[in-house]
């Protein structure tokens, strides 16, 4: 079964950094590309970053709101991808979803997203 | 950046009846596009990728059209679970973008 836990969210200061993990288990996780989506409270959903697979070269984008400010990494030894939040703002308060890549099988294919971890930015 | 704009905001249907979802591009995005369903306090669900395939496990009656800039969710018989929000989003170019959401809400 697959599954993506995130940790590392909670309460910070602006200007402070936290850092995201998400932990996969129930596939090969350095096949897929993985990424961070969020959404801040009562709103839509934000695509933050993604890293590719490194047989795709391990490509890296960022959304214009994080770039510069954010990292995403993976350690596909220990099927963990993490987002690196620093100078953090308060726009940057939602809720942190790690995302594996479309997985097909029998013609279908499938995404999985973890619970959500909530990152709140106040003094 | 690619502004999808979905119509409309709010959707109020009664189950068993038929609802309609739009979703518009503001420029191409091919077939690159997903229809997500979420429900609060959990992550959007995968219905529809690559503007017409069913994800894994989703049920016939949800189906997607259109391609370029104009597409469809239908809902062919709304069950009570089906109430919910749902988003299109695109992957044609970064950085992938979602539509504003629209309420299916019951009547």
């Known amino acids: 079964e697959v599954q993506l836990v995130e940790s590392g969210g909670g309460l910070v200061q602006p200007g402070r950094s936290l850092r995201l993990s998400c932990t996969a288990s129930?596939?090969?996780?350095?096949?897929?590309?993985m990424s961070w989506v969020r959404q801040a409270p009562g709103k839509g959903l934000e695509w933050v970053s993604f890293i590719k697979s490194k047989a795709y070269g391990g490509t890296i984008e960022y959304a214009a709101s994080v770039k510069g400010r954010f990292t995403i990494s993976r350690d596909d030894s220990k099927s963990i991808a993490y987002l690196q939040m620093n100078r953090l703002q308060t726009e940057d308060t939602a809720v942190y979803y790690c995302?594996?890549?479309?997985?097909?099988?029998?013609?279908?294919?499938?995404?999985?997203w973890g619970q959500g971890t909530l990152v709140t930015v106040s003094s | 950046e690619i502004v999808l704009t979905q119509s409309p905001d709010t959707l109020s249907l009664s189950p068993g009846e038929r609802a309609t979802l739009s979703c518009r591009a503001s420029e191409s995005v091919s077939s690159y596009l997903a229809w997500y369903q979420q429900k609060p306090g959990q992550a959007p669900r995968l219905l529809i990728y690559d503007a017409s395939n069913r994800a894994t496990g989703i049920p016939a009656r949800f189906s997607g059209s259109g391609s370029g800039t104009d597409f469809t969710l239908t809902i062919s018989s709304l069950e009570p679970e089906d109430f919910a929000v749902y988003y299109c989003?695109?992957?044609?170019?970064?950085?992938?973008?979602f539509g504003q959401g629209t309420n299916l809400e019951i009547k």
């Open positions: 995302r594996r890549d479309l997985g097909c099988s029998g013609g279908s294919c499938q995404d999985f």
């Open positions: 989003q695109q992957r044609s170019n970064w950085p992938y973008t």
């Open positions: 129930g596939f090969t996780f350095g096949y897929y590309d």
